[in-house]
């Protein structure tokens, strides 16, 4: 059974870091892309950053480039979004994916629970 679990969410000021992380188990991990997704307040669940299975290829949210880094291990079967220069409207809950690399949510076949982000203005 596939499960991913996000963490290092929580509340900052806007212009402030945070680091996410999400814990992938259940199959071979370096077999899949890894995607982050985020979902605010009142809107649909839209794609953030996407990592390939090697970690060689990666691509960005227009609004997150320049800002956000993804990176993984697989030999830890992790995946980090690191933020930097955080805006109140980052504020979302934030999901790991696995899957296809793609930004189209329907490409990934397994999700985690959420992680909450809360940028303050």
């Known amino acids: 059974q596939v499960q991913l679990v996000e963490s290092g969410g929580g509340l900052v000021q806007a212009g402030g870091s945070l680091r996410l992380s999400c814990a992938a188990s259940?199959?071979?991990?370096?077999?899949?892309?890894m995607g982050w997704f985020r979902q605010a307040p009142g809107k649909e669940r839209e794609f953030v950053a996407v990592?390939?299975?090697?970690?060689?290829?990666?691509y960005y949210a227009d609004s997150v480039k320049g800002r956000f880094t993804i990176a993984r291990d697989n030999a830890k079967n992790t995946v980090d979004l690191q933020m930097n220069s955080l805006k109140p409207e980052d504020t979302a809950v934030y999901y790991c994916?696995?899957?296809?690399?793609?930004?189209?949510?329907?490409?990934?076949?397994?999700w985690g629970q959420g992680t909450q982000v809360t940028v303050s203005s």
């Open positions: 994916a696995q899957g296809t690399y793609s930004r189209t949510q329907n490409d990934y076949d397994y």
């Open positions: 990592i390939s299975r090697g970690g060689d290829s990666t």
């Open positions: 259940g199959r071979t991990f370096s077999r899949y892309a």
